[in-house]
């Protein structure tokens, strides 16, 4: 069965310091990789995307994301962590064949803390 | 939340009761979807439309209905045949672009349905 697993419930990190967000996927092919971010009682706002090219893909405020093939990982990345980051990650997968329409495939979700 | 709405933000219903969810965008979008969230587990796919007067089940359609009378609008309505409607209803859109199919899905800012 195709799935996506998020395996911290919660990552825990110092205002100013890195923070990573783990992602691994189990689908066949090659898929299209997804963060979004969820802040309390809102949508899911887009972050970026992996679709090919370079392993390494940035997106919005300061996240970044590595696409590791051989460990079927995305990885959700930022150098210098804020406050303000605080709220609910999902990382999701598009299958390459995906029954015909754009079907996404959610992890459960990781929140994450970010400590003054 | 860019250009798609949901209403209402919150919405109570008694047991017995048929209530419907509004989506709207303005995005030009062809396809649009339905998501339920609850805690602890990512989105599940209720019913998506990749076109006007079409549209298909998800992973979990039993006890919801929706129609897709125009591109801008997608409504959910949640029947007394869902045994359990308490959860957070999220709206999103795509487009087609050329090579990729459909491109990112963005979501509403979502209805919160707590049955009484």
């Known amino acids: 069965a195709q799935s996506v697993a998020q395996p911290e419930d919660q990552v825990n990190v110092a205002e100013g310091n890195p923070l990573t967000v783990k992602c691994t996927y189990s689908v066949s092919g090659n898929p299209y990789l997804f963060w979004y971010v969820q802040y309390p009682n809102r949508g899911l706002q887009f972050l970026l995307k992996y679709i090919t090219g370079d392993n390494l893909v940035k997106g919005s405020y300061g996240f970044e994301a590595e696409f590791n093939k051989s460990q079927t990982s995305f990885h959700l990345k930022k150098p210098s962590a804020l406050v303000s980051d605080s709220a609910l990650y999902f990382c999701a997968v598009r299958p390459l064949f995906s029954g015909g329409y754009n079907k996404l495939i959610f992890g459960a979700g990781t929140r994450l803390a970010v400590h003054p | 939340d860019g250009g798609i709405t949901q209403s209402p933000k919150y919405l109570f219903r008694k047991e017995g009761q048929n209530v419907t969810l509004s989506c709207e965008q303005n995005?030009?979008?062809?396809?649009m979807y339905w998501y339920r969230q609850d805690p602890g587990q990512g989105l599940r796919l209720i019913y998506y439309?990749?076109?006007?007067?079409?549209?298909q089940k998800g992973d979990i359609a039993e006890g919801y209905s929706v129609s897709r009378e125009k591109k801008e609008s997608f409504p959910l309505t949640v029947t007394s045949a869902q045994k359990n409607p308490t959860a957070f209803y999220l709206c999103a859109s795509s487009s087609r672009t050329s090579g990729d199919g459909y491109d990112t899905q963005y979501f509403g800012p979502g209805t919160r349905l707590t049955v009484l």
């Open positions: 439309s990749q076109i006007v007067n079409d549209f």
């Open positions: 995005l030009n979008h062809d396809a």
